[in-house]
């Protein structure tokens, strides 16, 4: 492999798509003229300016972003939206949230500080391995939006399908599988997605909001910086931003353009993720943790049956060159994370060293 770099299997921070690092490398010592790299530059700068509009530009052709719909880069990880989400958005202090794997849980905890919450739903009868229906929720009039987990990245499980809102926002958390996808932005009130997983590197996430639903009457206690009219009303440039993480998932959403978008993405995925899944399916030593039907492109878990040869499984992968295949601890075993730069190389490689364990280890 050129750079003799690994295949990473990383949940998050993960890799990168190549072209993009040797652009970003071509530019480190001094961005197209500025003198400078952009990690020096004033987030005020007119080239900055430039680097933030193109950034929000090629996001919202990349996804079809309604104009009623503003794009705000915020700093604070996912994590910090699990608290903006029920701060800024309820009104009437109520809202509906399904439980469908680790990160769903942690939003739930932490809306709870906010207000009313109404589990409608939980898959965690069977250790999340499944989406429960979500046809005819039971949804109170007064509540003010309906969230989920698109993709729950510890558990491996995925939507196929949007859950029933009855007329309500829909939230979700796409941190793990945004631009994994095509995605009609319209059956959104939010999206919300760390960058780290599918797209740059750490330290910013992308919120898509509707307008209608930024407050101007918010709670005069809440900081500045949780305000989503305070991103709007400045051009996610308030204070000063991530700016490199702005610059980093710019050169992202270019090259997915320059592939022929999100749907190409997406065959490529599902081609990708058919790779392992296919081998879980055939083996006798390893089996997927997921009901087929919710199978996420992105996170793959599964496991021998036997802690003890998981954990052989994982150090022999490591030495092999094939990094961060543990589990994460509270479903044991191993994952794979085959995010958008992820080649299907790497899974093809990956699954010709887990057929050679097993027939050694028969
Ligand atoms: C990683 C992750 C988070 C937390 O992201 P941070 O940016 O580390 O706060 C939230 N939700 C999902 C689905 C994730 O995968």
């Known amino acids: 492999m050129k750079y003799n770099r690994t295949f990473n299997f990383s949940a998050g921070p993960a890799m990168m ?6 652009e970003i490398r071509d530019e480190m010592m ?4 500025s003198g400078m790299c952009v990690m020096e530059m004033s987030h005020r700068s007119k080239v900055f300016q430039q680097i933030i509009d193109e950034a929000e530009a090629d996001l919202r052709e990349l996804m079809n972003i309604p104009d009623n719909y503003k794009v705000l880069f915020i700093q604070g990880g996912a994590t910090l939206q699990f608290a903006a989400i029920p701060w800024n958005l309820m009104k009437n202090g109520k809202a509906v949230y399904v439980e469908t794997g680790a990160w769903s849980k942690k939003a739930i905890a932490e809306a709870k500080k906010y207000g009313e919450v109404i589990v409608a739903a939980s898959s965690k009868d069977k250790n999340f391995s499944y989406i429960p229906d979500c046809s005819d929720l039971d949804i109170p009039e ?8 698109e ?3 510890i558990h491996g499980v995925t939507w196929n399908k949007l859950p029933n809102t009855k007329g309500h926002v829909l939230v979700s958390d796409q941190s793990s599988m945004f631009l994994s996808k095509p995605c009609n932005v319209s059956d959104y009130g939010m999206i919300y997605a760390g960058v780290q997983k ?8 992308v919120v898509i909001i509707r307008e209608d639903l930024i407050r101007e009457d918010i709670d ?4 500045v910086y949780m305000s989503y009219k305070t991103h709007a009303d400045n051009g996610s440039m308030y204070n000063t931003p991530n700016c490199w993480a702005i610059y980093c998932c710019g050169k992202v959403f270019k090259y997915l353009k320059s592939i022929g978008g999100l749907e190409e993405m997406h065959k490529r995925n599902i081609a990708k993720a058919k790779v392992i899944y296919d081998f879980l399916d055939s083996s006798k030593m390893f089996k997927g943790t997921v009901e087929p039907e919710f199978r996420s492109l992105m996170n793959i878990p599964f496991v021998t049956g036997s802690a003890e040869l998981d954990a052989e499984v994982v150090a022999a992968t490591k030495a092999a060159g094939y990094d961060n295949l543990k589990g994460h601890k509270s479903v044991g075993g191993l994952r ?5 730069a992820m080649p299907i190389e ?6 010709e060293f887990l057929k050679k364990f097993e027939a050694e280890h028969k």
């Open 346 to 351: 790497g899974a093809q490689a990956l699954v």
């Open 142 to 149: 007064d509540a003010d939006y309906v969230y989920i987990c």
């Open 198 to 205: 599918n797209v740059g590197p750490a330290g910013m996430v």
């Open 30 to 33: 001094n961005y197209r003229g």
């Open 220 to 223: 005069p206690k809440m900081p």
């Open 336 to 340: 794979a994370s085959v995010y958008n």
């Open 17 to 22: 798509p190549e072209p993009v690092l040797e």
């Open 151 to 153: 993709n729950e990245t």
